[in-house]
């Protein structure tokens, strides 16, 4: 049996449950096709999406097809698993998790609306996620362009893949053989060659997304539905599993406080009773396998790849989640940027509801639920989300809740490079680290790096110091916001042999961010909408003015005698509530669509504005302390961020790291001068309270009441979550040495003159090739993490003599839901394969893919990378070459000096 996982895709209005109805209907599958509006839609089974006709949560329905079937064109047996998504853009988050377990899409177009904004999102989506899709372009019955018109369009506006299939009825269809011959110049030789293409053709270019066939008709009246399901199964792609088990989460939800996880089957076969590959679900077993449809379910025995069900008996999953060989998904391309707090009633102590909120967390992770103190907040996508979230509880808690007016969601970030310092040194307790700081562009989020060598540093440590930048950062010091857009480098760390815990890290590496951010000038970020305002060509002038207000951007999109569209973008704070605005003045019709566009820099009268109103204070923030502590006198005591860098025990590295070598002596007094002003500014309160009086010494008992809350912590977080969070933030960067001054870049053009160097190492083969490094495995003394930095820091020292970057690579063959993971340390890539991938595969994939723009030379003794990398215009040189060339290079800088 052939199966494959479609999901059904659309914007509001467009008639993508009516479509799914149709499917159903022709198929066979149901005996009477419902409507949204009647509330009898056989997806549309909440209650909430009852009463508001609109689709909330994703849902699945079964089609099965036997070879025989009329509508069958694959020449087997048949299941197709339909994921019918919502088209409202406040619910985007549920349709992007979906987009993960899709084999194909059904994208719906409205023929009266044609591509819109909202239908461009979705291609973006399906793009970064790598889904194929077909087109059907709805409600014909109603367009006044004709098939030709609206196939030129959809050409210009989704690409030359797009080639209309129509056949009359009783017949089977013929495609446009010669237009999708001109997609490939694969199947271009083909045609013309012989004139014809296989089924198999066309359906390579669909999968590997360059056709995309398009299917006119109504939904409503079971126009053309019949073509698409004939499309779907001719063109079925022999999909190839893996054979170990594997699988992805793409949904939770709960049912009497037990979570249900909806997983697709990407390899092997899951049993009741099955314990899962995964160090994250240790200890659960499945209670029951799920096969939905609809609203109703049967349970299974087992489900074997292709299969989409849902688990019970598994309560640490999450959504993203890998399972087996599948890696966690890391993408997310919408993120909300309104944030509320919800109101309780009076008698609805709030510790006793956080439990209801974790389900709704776990549910929609973009919700990103705060707790702190007795206060709840949410971020949501709009107010219409918000609304619908209020039913929900309402109806599955019986708590009926409110909100406040909502606020926009702020970040920060840096403006220069900044070292920071945190010290941490209570009695029995010790942790010292340098982090140095550097901005980085608009949308990077955060990455980490090591400048210390594992010998300065336990490697342990250094995981430790990472760990808690990527998931348990400080808030910036201007408004409390989410920190973003920096580079975090350890540049130096000290650990005691006997006082230093785990804890202990995590309490310095908040202490020296918050110094920097506290030392260096930080930015406040708000996001940006892009927008598309369709109004009377008579109201253009007011809206571009408008717009202008605003301080954004606007150009004219189209234009004629009675219409026009502005296109553009602004703050999300000046266009939230712009459709009220725009309905006033254009007589109701005017419409807005909006999408988020990233985060920019507030402009000055803004972030003043934001600044005050919040009106934050760093050092009264006993979360997140800016100053370290020392020991004293058998007591911890507080030292101010402005008072600590000459009590540290570390040399700083501050000078080297942000002005080079070459720091002047009026540079170096510039910058001490600027500490020194920022510290008299601390000291008379105008950059916070009074901290240094309550905060200047610490007892054992408010330290012990530190730890003992991060150890709580800890204990407490998921390990699933951490994981999830850790992936989804962690870029890790590929940029020069610390050591080169901050800006400079390589030159990453395509000139065979210019194109960067870099040297890919096959870590294990040269570890076992070289006898220094050999005999570090050899008896009762295995150390291989000895070998490995061993190599790691011979390979730093030739990266800089040698002016290249260096990759080096180390399998994870066969560590269990290992994903592909990436640092730096001193200045080397270092490379963990991910399950299955062994590291001559990832060099090889790597030559392969950029041995056109990068000039690569691949050190390896495995003769079968050496026989894939000839034929890629690349360098070899074996374990003993390598070994020569350190050996002569460090020679050559000998005699030099």
């Not at 003159?753 to 070289?770: E, F, M, T």
Request: aromatic share 8%.
């Amino acid at each position: 049996m052939k199966k494959i996982s479609i999901g059904i895709l659309a914007h509001v209005d467009a008639g993508k449950t009516t479509l799914t109805e149709s499917l159903l209907y022709t198929t066979g599958m149901i005996r009477s096709q419902g409507r949204v509006d009647n509330g009898d839609a056989f997806l549309d089974t909440e209650a909430i999406e009852k009463r508001r006709g609109v689709t909330v949560y994703s849902k699945q329905a079964l089609i099965e097809l036997p070879k025989d079937h009329e509508l069958n064109r694959s020449g087997d047996d048949c299941l197709i698993t339909l994921i019918d998504t919502p088209g409202h853009a406040d619910f985007v988050g549920e349709t992007e998790r979906s987009m993960s377990v899709m084999d194909l899409a059904v994208l719906i177009i409205s023929a009266i609306d044609g591509v819109t904004d909202s239908v461009r999102k979705l291609l973006i989506m399906l793009k970064e996620y790598k889904v194929p899709y077909v087109i059907f372009v709805n409600k014909m019955d109603m367009s006044l362009k004709d098939k030709k018109q609206i196939e030129e369009d959809l050409k210009i506006k989704t690409g030359p893949g797009a080639i209309s299939i129509d056949k009359n009825y009783g017949t089977v269809f013929d495609p446009d053989t010669e237009s999708i011959a001109t997609l490939s110049e694969k199947t271009i030789e083909k045609y013309l060659a012989d004139e014809k293409l296989s089924d198999k053709d066309a359906s390579e270019l669909i999968y590997e997304g360059s056709y995309h066939p398009v299917i006119f008709g109504s939904a409503l009246k079971n126009d053309g539905t019949c073509l698409l399901t004939e499309v779907i199964t001719r063109y079925l792609p022999d999909i190839k599993y893996r054979e170990q088990l594997s699988a992805r989460v793409y949904k939770v939800a709960y049912e009497d406080g037990h979570k249900l996880s909806f997983v697709k089957v990407t390899g092997g076969e899951i049993s009741v009773r099955d314990s899962l590959p995964d160090e994250r679900l240790k200890g659960d077993k499945i209670t029951q396998i799920r096969s939905y449809n609809g609203g109703k379910y049967k349970t299974l025995d087992k489900a074997i790849a292709g299969d989409v069900v849902t688990l019970t008996g598994l309560e640490e999953t999450f959504a993203g989640m890998g399972i087996g060989d599948e890696p966690d998904d890391d993408i997310t391309i919408n993120r909300p940027v309104l944030k509320y707090q919800m109101i309780l009633p009076d008698d609805i102590p709030v510790r006793t509801f956080i439990p209801r909120l974790k389900e709704l967390a776990f549910e929609d992770p973009l919700l990103n639920i705060d707790t702190a103190g007795d206060v709840i907040s949410l971020s949501v996508m709009g107010e219409f989300q918000l609304e619908v979230l209020t039913s929900v509880i309402e109806d599955r808690y019986g708590i009926k809740v409110s909100f406040d007016k909502g606020e926009i969601i702020y970040k920060e970030t840096i403006a220069n490079p900044v070292m920071g310092f945190g010290h941490f040194e209570p009695l029995r307790h010790y942790a010292e680290v340098q982090l140095f700081m550097e901005p980085l562009p608009q949308g990077s989020g955060i990455e980490v790096a090591s400048a210390v060598s594992v010998n300065d540093l336990s490697i342990n440590w250094q995981r430790n110091i990472m760990s808690t930048i990527i998931n348990d950062l400080p808030t910036g010091i201007l408004t409390a916001s989410e920190l973003t857009d920096i580079k975090f480098t350890i540049a130096g760390g000290r650990s005691h042999v006997k006082h230093t815990e785990g804890g202990d890290f995590r309490e310095a590496v908040r202490r020296a961010v918050r110094q920097g951010l506290m030392k260096g000038e930080s930015i406040l970020l708000e996001p940006y909408y892009e927008f598309s305002i369709n109004l009377p060509a008579e109201n253009l002038g007011r809206a571009m003015n408008d717009i202008s207000q605003m301080g954004g951007t606007s150009y004219i999109d189209a234009q004629d005698e009675l219409n026009s569209t502005l296109k553009g973008e602004a703050a999300a704070g000046k266009l939230m509530n712009y459709q009220s605005v725009l309905t006033s003045y254009t007589s109701g019709k005017g419409t807005i669509e909006l999408g988020f566009a990233g985060y920019r820099p507030c402009d000055d009268e803004t972030a003043a504005s934001v600044i005050q109103k919040i009106n934050y204070d760093p050092d009264s923030d006993l979360k997140n302390p800016s100053g370290s502590v020392f020991v004293s006198h058998g007591a911890g005591e507080y030292i101010p961020w402005y008072e600590c860098e000459e009590r540290m025990h570390i040399e700083s590295r501050e000078a080297e790291l942000i002005f080079g070598e070459e720091e002047t002596e009026e540079e170096r007094l510039e910058r001490e001068a600027y500490v020194l002003e920022r510290a008299a500014a601390a000291k008379a309160g105008e950059l916070h309270g009074s901290l240094s009086e309550r905060l200047y010494a610490l007892g054992t008992d408010e330290i012990d009441e530190i730890l003992k809350k991060n150890t709580h912590a800890n204990a407490s977080s998921k390990k699933g979550t951490t994981k999830r969070v850790y992936h989804q933030k962690r870029v890790i960067s590929s940029s020069a040495s610390l050591s080169e001054k901050n800006g400079s870049k390589q030159n990453r053009g395509s000139d065979k003159k210019n194109r960067p160097r870099y040297l890919l190492v096959d870590g294990y083969n040269i570890i076992h090739a070289w006898d220094e490094l050999k005999k570090l495995l050899d008896g009762k003394q295995y150390d291989m993490d000895g070998a490995k930095y061993a190599l790691l820091d011979i390979l730093a020292e030739y990266r800089v003599i040698k002016e290249t970057e260096i990759i080096a690579v180390f399998d994870a063959y066969k560590v269990q839901g290992h994903r592909l993971e990436k640092m730096d340390y001193l200045g080397v890539h270092v490379v963990y394969t991910k399950t299955a991938e062994t590291a001559d595969q990832y060099i090889a994939r790597f030559t392969v893919q950029n041995s056109k723009d990068m000039d690569i030379t691949v050190a390896t003794s495995d003769g079968l990378v050496q026989l894939i990398i000839r034929g890629e215009n690349a360098r070899l040189m074996s374990a003993r070459e390598l070994k020569e060339d350190v050996a002569n290079t460090k020679a050559l800088i000998g005699l030099q000096e």
